[in-house]
């Protein structure tokens, strides 16, 4: 038994297969959480992975050998377990998934109650502390495991369906890929909800059924070799949009009617937009990677942007400080207030059909002026020998020029007519870049250019 839990990251639990996370570590890991937490009743759910039911039962197992009633939701995503966790009264919740990550992968993403997520440097350092120690003691009579999967699915279709006035819908085809994550059943359990409500959805589901080998490569839309299926289809079925999840659903990718893959800081100014239309004078809060174009959106809309350190923790803990209505991340995370705070797939994708009706709008056309206004890099990721020295020779050059600074998430520098944000990730070994411009595309490819080699000459 190992002391040292290399598992745990900044924010949740990761680890490789039978190297630092196996069914033991999960035990030792629903026992801490547990004690730590004090909790009574925690919900747990799963991913589509092969090894997620084992480990499901291991750490339902800890938990219940702490006297917990387990409330178990089944195959689901993240975002199920957010919002059974706070619709069951629970205590915390538990999500047995490695989301994007490979496929000898997984891990556990926690939640105490009211959905909130662990403080990284109390809470979550407390649970590896207690389960590297792993002195427990007896068993606490009372545990059990309850089935709560279809009222949990009910709960939260119910739920997403509320964010929109079904009588503004109209008829869209939807390619709707699923990258064989657990997205495929709660969707349908979704479009059948919709069905009874409306007619006005064409669904082209595509590598819909869960299938733990992946035959079609690690869901994770983000990367533009995964482009290809989604824009394809949308190409080739004629349709309205597309979108596409990854494994376990907290992210939802756009393409508009043209295939063009949609980068996440566009959807975030339009879910603004919209929020702030149904919240008139509210908060939004964002990351500060590319950030002005939400800016410039939600000041036209009356309403108030707010600035969070990028990462869900952060962005969940500055909402819940203002009231925030939204909070998006350009990495396609999209957070809402009255979803406990937390962030959704689905919700992101109903919404944008909702104002696609009352518009009359193409994706393309509600999103052309934005793109051309602010224009941006893209992230652009770098494994670097020395990241610090890289990162200081591009401070040192740019920052006497510089008009402002930021210092919220690594380094913001802004200028006349263009910013950048470089900063080192908080769960790989790269510094991130991300540039953008107002109206100036050669502009935001000169600057990725003369910072790209700044960053490198050190190799």
Known sequence: MTNCLTCFKAYDV??????????????????????TIRAKTVVVGRDARATSPELADSLCEGMIAEGVTVLDIGMAGTEEMYWATSFFEADGGIEITASHNPINYNGLKM??????????????????????????????PGGQRQDR????????????????????????????????????PTFDALAQALGEKTDAFEF?????????????????????????????????????????????????????????FIAGEYI???????????????????????????????????????????????????????????????????????????????????????????SGEPMSALLAERMAAYPSSGETNFTLQDPQSSIAAVLGHYEPLSLHKDETDGMSLEFDNWRFNLRASNTEPVVRLNVESSGDPDLVAIKLAEIKTLLTCLL
Not at 149 to 157: G, I, N, Q, S
Request: with cysteine.
């Open 111 to 140: 939640v105490k109650s009211g959905s909130r997520p662990l403080d990284p440097e109390t809470d979550l350092r407390a649970v590896k502390a207690c389960a590297e120690a792993a002195e427990f003691g007896s068993v606490i």
């Open 204 to 260: 082209i589901r595509l590598f819909h059924a869960p299938d733990s080998t992946f035959p079609n490569g690690i869901p994770n839309p983000l990367l533009p070799e995964n482009h290809a299926p989604t824009r394809d289809a949308v190409l080739a079925h004629g349709a309205d949009l597309g979108i596409a999840f990854d494994g376990d659903f907290d992210r939802c990718f756009f393409f508009d009617e043209s295939g063009r």
């Open 268 to 358: 975030v100014g339009l879910l603004a937009s919209v929020m702030l239309e149904k919240n008139p004078g509210a908060s939004i809060v964002h990351d500060p990677r590319v950030v002005w174009n939400t800016k410039d959106l939600v000041r036209s809309k009356g309403g108030t942007a707010v600035q969070a350190k990028t990462g869900h923790a952060f962005v969940k803990q500055v909402m819940r400080k203002y009231d925030a209505v939204y909070g998006g991340e350009m990495s396609a995370h999209h957070y809402f207030r009255d979803f406990a705070y937390c962030d959704s797939g689905m919700i992101p994708w109903l919404v944008s059909c909702e104002l696609m009706g009352r």
């Open 14 to 35: 990761r680890g490789e297969l039978g190297v630092n996370f196996d069914a033991e570590i999960c035990y030792r890991i629903g026992r801490a959480f547990a004690r």
């Open 149 to 184: 999967v279809a009222e949990a699915k009910a709960a939260y279709v119910e739920k997403v369906i509320s964010f929109v006035d079904v009588t503004n819908l109209r008829p869209l085809r939807i390619v709707v890929n699923s990258g064989n994550g657990a997205a495929g």
